[in-house]
Structures are given as C-alpha cells and as structure tokens.
C-alpha cells in the first residue's frame, strides 16, 4: 500500500534536492527555497529524545500565536472606527492572503524549531520526506490549501459595513464550531478507512507513515477538497460565525494541522477546542494523530482532527504510547 524508492513519501526520499539547480525545474527550486515548504536537512539530524516530554498547552499557543492572528481584524477595526472607510472584499483578501503567508511562514519554522530542540516521537524511526515525484502536486496542493479555504472565508461571510467584534464569546464560538467541523471530519475520515469504495481516495495521505509538517497537504484531490471546502461550509450551514472569527478560525485550525502532522515530541495540545474537552479527558495531542498514521492503514482508531470526543463517543480512541500523564513534564512549558 505505501509508495516508496522515490515514487512517494520516506526516509531520505528528497535526494533529489542535492541535484544541480539546473537539473530541477521551477517547482522544485522554489519548494527547495522556501523552508516553509521543505525544511532544511537538518531537521532530520537531530538527537533522539529522552525523558519526559515538555507540554504546550492551548493557553501557551494563544500567547505565541493570537496576537499575530488577531491583526488584519483590529487593524480594520481601528480604521473603520476612526475613519469611517471599508474595504472591499478583493483588497481585503489581498492584505488577508499576505498576512496568512507570514503567520504560516513564522509558524513554521517555530515547528521547526520546537522539533529540534525537542525531537520527534518514534525517534527510531527516520520522519518521511518528500520524493521528486511527488514535488508538483503537492506545491498545487499547498496553494489550494492556502487560497480556497481564506476565500471560503470571504464567500460565506464578508460584510463590508460590519464592524469587527471582540468578544470573550468568540473562545466558545469557535469551540463550537470547531467541534462541529471535527464531527463532519471523524466520519468521512472513518468511512474512507472502512470502506472499500472511499479509501480509494484515502490511501495516498496514508503513504507516509511517520508524517512531517509538509506532507500534510499529500492526498487525493476528493480529500483535499473535503477538508477546505466541505466540512467547513456544512458547519457554517449549522453554526454560522462572523467573519472576523471565522478568519482566526481559519489559521488557527491550518496551525493544529500543521502541529498534528509535526510528530514532534511534546504534548502539544489541539488549539481550538482543548481547553473545553480537557475535564473531559477528550482533548487531542500531536501523538494522537502520528499513530493514527504509523497504524491507521484501513479499519483504524483516532479519526479525529481537532479533538478526540468523537472517537470516545464512539469507541474509536487509540491508546497513546509515549506521551501517557506520567511521561509528561507538566512544569516544563515548551517555549
């Protein structure tokens, strides 16, 4: 079922980045260019992990993470309230598009950097890379990921004449939300394992076994357009948020993705809806998702995304083998 020597994801599969700059066409120089894309080879050379792992709890991202996110929304705010003047949508999604960039770009390498200060989960196992076959369809996947979901954004709920709201709500709002999405989530994501029909258009996110950040956007194109465009307007049908909110949704959510395909070695917590699932024992960790790839071929466990209240409803859940409570270092936050 897994694809490698080249033709998909493995260890060391981008060799191909050491050949000459004339010898790779213009996909793969950019992608070779851009860390945010492909992380540098060193990322994989990193010393295995030992003791108990540090923690980043949805409060710590908030602190490192919101206050970049929250920009476009006060900058307009701000001007709207001061100046009276709109923008319209096509500016908007202009400005929306580079400041998402920058988030995406500065998260990242925070990824980067948390994985090589603290290591990768499995650390006996060398982390899948990115083979040269692979380099056009995931580079169009990148930008389907980062412009079909902010325009999703702007479809569904950009008023130009409303005012950006801030509201102590807006935390509970997007937990909902979240929750919904994430339910959508769990059952396709579980009839694609358990149905001969659907896994047809699974199977190829599932050729990487140990994931890293930019295999996250590696699958079937009927996946791919699950995952930004349906789940997200199914729930807006259900639980309709404002725009402002449904944009920090938006990067707040590719973040979690990102952090749930890292592997990196720390109890990494889902952003979005931890904080409201956790006194339930439902909260979602980075390892959740990374043994839901090293043994989620077909009928699996651990389907959930953003939280795992689904699988527990619904007797899914999968045990987690190295970050159990007394594996994890609670008094060291993983800044």
């Known amino acids: 079922m897994t694809e490698r020597g080249g033709s998909g994801p493995g260890p060391k599969a981008d060799h191909w980045r050491f050949k000459p700059r004339s010898e790779l066409d213009w996909v793969q120089r950019l992608l070779v260019a851009r860390v945010a ?41 701000i001007l709207m309230t001061f100046t009276g003047w709109t923008l319209p949508a096509p500016m ?52 389907t990921g980062t412009l079909v979901r902010p325009l999703l954004v702007f479809l569904l709920s950009y008023d130009r004449q409303a005012l950006p709201v801030f509201s102590l709500w807006i935390p509970l709002q997007i937990g909902i939300f979240t ?8 059952w396709v994501h579980r009839m694609t394992h358990e149905l001969d029909q659907l896994w047809a258009f699974h199977k190829k996110h599932h050729t990487t076994r140990h994931p890293s950040p930019f295999l996250l956007a590696y699958a079937d194109q009927v996946q791919e357009m699950f995952d930004a465009i349906g789940s997200p307007i199914f729930a807006y049908l259900l639980y309709p948020l404002p725009f402002d909110t449904l944009y920090i949704w938006s990067l707040a959510f590719v973040a979690t993705e990102i952090i749930g395909h ?72 993983a800044w």
């Open 37 to 77: 894309f492909l992380p540098h080879p060193d990322v994989y050379a990193i010393p295995k992990s030992k003791g108990k792992a540090p923690v980043m709890l949805e409060w710590h991202q908030s602190l490192v993470c919101l206050p970049f996110i929250i920009l476009p929304s006060l900058f307009r705010y």
């Open 92 to 143: 908007l999604f202009l400005l929306h598009g580079v400041h998402s960039s920058f988030f995406l770009r500065l998260f990242q390498r925070r990824v980067r950097k948390t994985i090589m200060t603290y290591g990768y989960l499995d650390s006996a196992a060398e982390r899948d890379s990115v083979s040269e076959s692979m380099t056009t369809k995931l580079f169009y996947e990148i930008l």
């Open 179 to 186: 929750i919904i999405v994430d339910f959508l989530y769990y």
């Open 262 to 333: 890292s592997g990196v070695r720390v109890y990494y917590t889902g952003l979005l809806t931890s904080f409201w699932l956790r006194p339930f024992h439902c909260d979602i960790i980075v390892e959740d998702h990374d043994i839901h790839h090293r043994y989620g071929w077909r009928k699996s466990f651990n389907y959930g995304k953003q939280s795992l209240l689904w699988d527990r409803i619904f007797g899914t859940e999968g045990d987690r083998l190295e970050l159990q409570q007394q594996n994890v270092d609670w008094q060291h936050p």
